[in-house]
Nanobody, 125 residues
Framework: QVQLVESGGGLVQAGGSLRLSCEAS????????MGWFRQAPGKGREFVSSIGWKGYTTHYADSVKGRFTISRDSAKNSVYLQMNTLKPEDTAVYFCAADTTSGRGATIEHEYDYWGQGTQVTVSS
């Protein structure tokens, strides 16, 4: 079992920044791929970013490339999402997810085994 707890969400003006954190517990984190997904009101959950277990491989949705940066600190069992130049369309609940099977940090939702409860990000115009 893996427990994931997100933090760092909040209300920010367009153009501002937020840093999301996700702390994992319950099993070895070092060989686990991690991802961030988001769900806006009335929409399905979509991929945002992911990082492989070694930390070398990262993926980003086109909508966030150049603005968001994913990173991980295995010593702290944590993954982060630095979000800069935020836009109103980034408003969503952001979820952290763990891929304990392949560890590669997939872009596909069903490849993730565990999910956090989500943290709200609201960007005002």
């Amino acid at each position: 079992q893996v427990q994931l707890v997100e933090s760092g969400g909040g209300l920010v003006q367009a153009g501002g920044s937020l840093r999301l954190s996700c702390e994992a517990s319950g099993r070895t984190f070092s060989r686990t791929g991690m991802g961030w997904f988001r769900q806006a009101p009335g929409k399905g959950r979509e991929f945002v970013s992911s990082i492989g277990w070694k930390g070398y491989t990262t993926h980003y949705a086109d909508s966030v490339k150049g603005r968001f940066t994913i990173s991980r600190d295995s010593a702290k069992n944590s993954v982060y999402l630095q979000m800069n130049t935020l836009k109103p369309e980034d408003t969503a609940v952001y979820f952290c997810a763990a891929d304990t099977t392949s560890g590669r940090g997939a872009t596909i939702e069903h490849e993730y085994d565990y999910w956090g409860q989500g943290t709200q990000v609201t960007v005002s115009s």
